[in-house]
């Protein structure tokens, strides 16, 4: 996350991890944003952040299934 607002960079954070919850659940979370600047290279400065965060639990699930069934 820090090289996502680190200005020399592109601005961008794209990250798929897994939760496991106080139950024992697990949920696989993506994460995914841009880090807007302003200014100048030289000046440059995040000014905002915009992204979002999928349950993509089901999505993985499906996936595993897939897995296994090629195996």
């Not at 841009?34 to 915009?50: E, N, Y």
Request: with cysteine; proline share 1%.
């Amino acid at each position: 996350m820090e090289r996502a607002h680190d200005p020399s960079g592109d601005g961008r954070y794209n990250l798929l991890y897994r939760l496991v919850r106080a139950d024992g659940e697990v949920r696989w979370i993506h994460t995914g944003s841009q880090t807007c600047f302003k200014d100048s290279r030289a000046g440059r400065k995040a000014a905002r952040v915009i992204g979002a965060i999928t349950d993509v639990t089901e999505a993985q699930a499906a996936i595993a299934l897939l897995r296994d069934r090629e195996d």
